[in-house]
């Protein structure tokens, strides 16, 4: 497992493109991620609410984890998360449900409240990043996850093949909401844009608070 500086926050700056029928293994996407055809506003302006939130980023990739390709979704996203408060160091494994659930044990353990996976989540057959996380998840929550591939589907037809989770795990500083995301910086982009939201009232509830 290896960690990556997170580069200057690209905010605002257009994601990668590709042709709508080009779904291979391209940059950090798994082969059954969706490629991206246009670029994704980005998640600016959303609300500062969770300043102060630990949280993790896991690039999940064979391909990055051997240096052969560059991790774009994983620095966007923590760059993203930095955006609404969340502050978040990014990891590469590579694919593998045992790899996936041992980095996102490792960064509950660590004390974060989000964590966050982009990669592995279509149906090529290294994509097990959601066999990786349903262990660990003590109650799921399939409308985020929903939501995500909503908001995908609208500009990538493909984005309805992810099987990406969203759920609550234990953690050492609490319950913490864990969210799987397909492996490319537009689908990173719609994540966020469906989290930032909801991160503060989430931790709330967790914590206790009043719905």
């Not at 996203?77 to 609404?84: F, I, K």
């Not at 093949?161 to 990173?188: K, M, Q, T, W, Y």
């Amino acid at each position: 497992m290896t960690r990556e500086a997170v580069p200057p926050p690209p905010i605002g700056g257009p994601g990668r493109t590709a042709p709508v029928d080009a779904v291979p293994h391209v940059g950090d996407s798994a082969p059954g991620d969706p490629v991206d055809p246009a670029p994704r506003p980005a998640a600016g302006g959303a609300s500062a609410d969770a300043a102060g939130v630990r949280g993790a980023v896991i690039t999940v990739s064979d391909r990055c984890s051997r240096g052969e390709a560059e991790d774009r979704s994983g620095p966007l996203a923590a760059a993203l998360l930095a955006e609404v408060g969340v502050a978040a160091a990014v990891v590469v494994v590579p694919d593998g449900a045992e790899s996936v659930r041992a980095a996102v044990r490792g960064a509950l353990d660590d004390g974060a409240r989000l964590v966050l996976t982009t990669g592995g989540t279509g149906v090529g057959p290294r994509d097990a990043t959601p066999e990786g996380t349903r262990p660990l998840l003590a109650r799921e929550l399939p409308g985020v996850a929903e939501a995500i591939r909503a908001r995908g589907a609208a500009a990538v037809p493909f984005a309805v093949l992810s099987r990406g989770l969203a759920g609550i795990a234990a953690g050492a500083a609490g319950e913490a909401l864990v969210v799987n995301v397909p492996g490319s910086p537009g689908a990173v982009r719609d994540a966020v844009a469906v989290l930032a939201p909801l991160v503060p009232h989430v931790l709330d509830q967790l914590g206790g608070g009043a719905h």
